[in-house]
């Protein structure tokens, strides 16, 4: 029986799993952010973006949309550097960054009206 250290200092495999975790966690939120966004792009409506406020068209949140994307992928990178073709626990991570934003979301919404919608 080989007892062996655990790993420690700078890019030990603990440390690496809660950084590939944190980053899919927010390539979660940041993917699912995109998804409002190409759904105003695709049906020509106005929602609120940072780069154009409350009145944001079609383009703008396109463009932003894809910024998004481009975020989430990114920030897979640790996770897909791992390699394997099946997810570890970077999957239930990027899921709960992608929950934790539709609850934001839908809360918001509901409560705060932060996009244009009007209330009949």
């Known amino acids: 029986m080989s007892l062996s250290k655990p790993p420690t200092g700078n890019g030990s495999k603990t440390t690496g ?28 409506r106005e929602h609120l973006t940072p780069l154009g406020g409350r009145s944001s068209g079609p383009l703008v949140n396109g463009v932003w949309a894809s910024l998004n994307l481009a975020v989430g992928v990114a920030l897979l990178q640790p996770s897909r550097r791992r390699g394997g073709r099946r997810w570890d626990n970077d999957l239930p991570a990027f899921e709960l960054g992608c929950l934790c934003l539709a609850a934001w979301l839908a809360a918001s919404e509901a409560f705060l009206a932060t996009s244009n919608h009007h209330r009949d």
């Open 17 to 44: 799993s809660a950084l590939s975790r944190i980053s899919a966690f927010a390539a979660g939120v940041a993917m699912a952010n995109s998804g409002p966004h190409l759904a105003s792009l695709i049906t020509g």
